[in-house]
């Protein structure tokens, strides 16, 4: 395998662990509001730390993915190839 094919396999699985990881965070903490009678700000807060850095790492993979995918498109190949 190409090193280039095995970056942008490394890029999305990073991609799709960031992105799960942050649904499943965000999930969570919706239910806990839901289900709590006093909003804990202290839960919150770390919710919202956690999800701004799997954010961040969502920015960071997908930029290069596009990049790539974009430089590919114009010198005629198709990013399945």
Do not use: N
Request: aromatic letters at 6%; glycine letters at 6%.
């Amino acid at each position: 395998m190409e090193i280039t094919v095995i970056a942008r396999q490394a890029l999305l699985y990073g991609h799709i662990i960031a992105f799960a990881l942050a649904l499943a965070t965000i999930i969570k903490e919706d239910v806990r509001l839901l289900r709590a009678k006093r909003i804990d700000p202290a839960s919150l807060h770390a919710t919202a730390r956690l999800v701004k850095w799997l954010l961040l790492a969502l920015w960071f993979t997908g930029v290069p993915m596009l990049v790539t995918g974009c430089r590919r498109a114009r010198r005629g190949g198709l990013p399945h190839d």
